[in-house]
């Protein structure tokens, strides 16, 4: 593949990113900018994040409500609930594939064992790969907390292949 190839690619897949995740991102891919140029807005992520995956965080939401908590976390986002000394303390999980698991669904296509053709492309465009990881990580970590205040007591970030 070529520099053009992989960009093009990528594209693809941060097109599905918030937009001012995908113009810094790309303007750093482009080289039309510098790595982490451009502001990413965190209001704009969470609205993705919900007009996404909102039927995840009211999932936890449900989940925590059917467990009988007497203080449930607030449906808007507020803050999670102390379940430390509570009877009813079945912790509700939520969780996310890192960074690397999800940039290697995305560079092989789905599960791979060897994550070969993601390891030659990680060492055939370094920056690029930065880049995507980056993107990833800012967006599972606006998904992570958007689960906490949904009412996960616990987060658990998952790499398939550590």
């Known amino acids: 593949q070529t ?3 992989v960009i093009e690619a990528c594209q693809t897949h941060l097109s599905r990113m918030p937009p001012s995740l995908l113009r810094a991102k ?4 482009s080289g039309q900018g510098e790595a982490g140029q451009g502001e990413v807005d965190t209001a704009e992520i969470d609205k993705f994040l919900d007009d996404r995956l ?3 965080f009211d999932a936890i939401y449900w989940t925590r409500q059917r467990l009988l908590l007497s203080e449930p976390p ?3 986002g507020g803050a999670a609930p102390d379940l430390s000394g509570s009877k009813q303390a079945i912790p509700v999980i939520g969780f996310s594939g890192a960074p690397w698991t999800l940039l290697g669904y995305m560079v092989e296509g789905g599960g791979s064992k060897t994550l070969s053709k993601c390891k030659m492309w990680v060492f055939k465009f370094p920056e690029i790969a930065k880049q995507m990881m980056e993107a990833l990580g800012e967006l599972i970590a606006s ?9 996960a007591s616990v987060l658990q970030v998952f790499d398939t292949n550590a």
Do not use: C, E, I
Not at 26 to 29: E, F, M, T
Not at 143 to 151: D, E, F, P, S
């Open 3 to 5: 520099k053009a190839q």
């Open 26 to 29: 790309l303007s750093a891919l």
């Open 54 to 56: 909102g039927y995840v």
């Open 74 to 76: 607030a449906a808007d």
């Open 143 to 151: 998904y992570l907390v958007k689960q906490y205040k949904a009412g």
